[in-house]
């Protein structure tokens, strides 16, 4: 009886060491994540102060760093990001320049996995994306980008600039497209002149649809901001592709007109914004 009781005060004693063992590793781990959290803060800070003096490698070390400690620093994982993000450089093909894009990218995706309602990732994948299309062009990247612009509108249907860049990004594959379209008929990539007809239908068959969600789209950035000046510029040049898929004069000119009077808008607001900012005489 003496012995079974022992052996029971044995194993009580065991197993309190084991809980206190496992408890002290407990609060062992939570000072480490602690410190951890703060180290990380700090280097966030570094990176920041490194980031605005120009030391970009620096800082980049520092964002690297403090997402390594603190995996749920968000900041961190942002402004890396936009460190790499800001080191590329559009139209440069080297390939120490397409990485930067490809990082920064790759950043911002892996916030979105965590936090797929992050607007500041969202926007900075689809502007690291349509400034990786510009050379050599892909068309499949402007795609990509434009699906963000989508994800932002799904968020905030009232911010005019997604719906901007999707016209934007419409136009620039239309351009593209019209361009090559006169280079394998033997035109002049730069003309501006009527396309033949087959012409017009085959452009307007194929891209058709993507000018007039571009329109659709830089409409409906106006709405959401009377004086969107950009916005309107774009409109202009969106009608002109258009004004190219018409096989009537008459559907062509009235194009054209749409577009010449977006000009005329254009100035009306730049010359009342120059006036307002003139203040009264």
């Known amino acids: 009886m003496i012995a079974k009781f022992l052996r029971l005060a044995v194993i009580g004693a065991l197993l309190l060491v084991v809980v206190e063992n496992r408890n002290a590793a407990l609060f062992a781990r939570r000072q480490d994540a602690a410190t951890q959290s703060i180290e990380a803060r700090k280097l966030l800070d570094e990176g920041v102060e490194a980031y605005k003096d120009g030391q970009i490698d620096g800082a980049i070390a520092d964002f690297q760093r403090a997402k390594d400690l603190d995996p749920t620093l968000l900041n961190a994982q942002l402004h890396l990001a936009t460190a790499y993000s800001g080191q590329y450089i559009p139209g440069v093909t080297s390939p120490e320049n397409a990485v930067h894009g490809e990082k920064a990218l790759h950043e911002f995706k892996q916030i979105l996995e965590k936090y797929s309602d992050n607007l500041s990732a969202i926007d900075g994948a689809g502007s690291i994306l349509y400034n990786m299309a510009s050379s050599p062009f892909d068309a499949s990247k402007l795609e990509e980008s434009k699906s963000y612009q989508r994800k932002h509108i799904e968020l905030k249907p009232e911010d005019p600039e997604p719906y901007y860049w999707i016209g934007v990004i419409d136009w620039n594959i ?52 009377s004086d969107y000046e950009d916005a309107m510029a774009y409109l202009n040049l969106l009608y002109h592709q258009k004004a190219d898929m018409e096989v009537s004069s008459g559907a062509r000119e009235a194009d054209v007109k749409t577009a010449d009077d977006l000009v005329d808008e254009v100035r009306a607001i730049k010359a009342r914004k120059m006036n307002s900012s003139q203040g009264p005489q």
């Open 174 to 225: 239309a351009y593209r497209a019209n361009r090559s379209l006169r280079e394998d008929h033997n035109q002049s990539p730069e003309a501006t002149g009527p396309l033949p007809p087959a012409l017009a239908m085959e452009f307007q068959q194929k891209y058709g649809e993507i000018v007039d969600e571009g329109i659709t789209s830089m409409r409906k950035a106006m709405e959401l901001r």
